[in-house]
């Protein structure tokens, strides 16, 4: 939708930083583990043997802070199993689990559809965090480029 509306090139572009966003989010807030995963059985893999939290964050939403860390981590640290954070679109963007179960892990990563579906996943606490809009259509773009908080390295794509 966005290289419609931004040109392959500049899409391109705005995912790339947007994935280093998140990456560089997760490096500062996360665990141990920094990696960026196509699906649950690569998330599974990159996994395999880690002890402790887990944070898996879409690259779409800008909205990314300490604060939502902080939120995310604290439900866990309280006795959450998982905490969620929805997009506008219903859908999570960050998933926060007690411990990285490879069901759980896989299911996450490949995507729930909302937050019905992560609390079917445990049997636990479940945690919900703020939500924030993705950045996928060019309305979202639109909205991004216009809102005076945006980061400027992001609104300058956007422009």
């Known amino acids: 939708m966005l290289d419609e509306d931004l040109g392959a090139e500049r899409a391109g572009a705005l ?6 966003r998140a990456l560089a989010w997760a490096a500062a807030h996360g665990p141990t583990l920094h ?7 690569a998330a599974v893999a990159a996994l395999d043997g880690h002890a402790g939290p887990v ?14 860390a902080r939120a995310a981590l604290d439900d866990i640290a309280e006795g959450a199993d998982l905490a969620m954070a929805p997009a506008t679109d219903g ?6 689990l007690a411990r990285a179960d490879p ?9 729930l559809p909302d937050r019905q579906a992560a609390a079917e996943l445990i049997d636990g606490e479940f945690g919900l965090l703020r939500s924030e ?3 996928v259509t060019p309305g979202d773009a639109r909205a991004f480029a ?4 945006t980061q400027p390295e992001l609104a300058a794509l956007l422009r």
Do not use: K
């Open 15 to 20: 995912r790339e930083l947007l994935g280093r």
């Open 35 to 41: 990696a960026a995963v196509a699906d649950g059985a």
């Open 55 to 68: 944070l898996l964050v879409a690259p779409d939403v800008p909205g990314l802070d300490d604060r939502l």
């Open 91 to 96: 859908r999570p963007f960050l998933l926060a």
């Open 103 to 111: 069901d759980l892990v896989r299911a996450a990563a490949d995507g």
């Open 133 to 135: 809009r993705r950045l």
């Open 146 to 149: 216009a809102d005076p908080l």
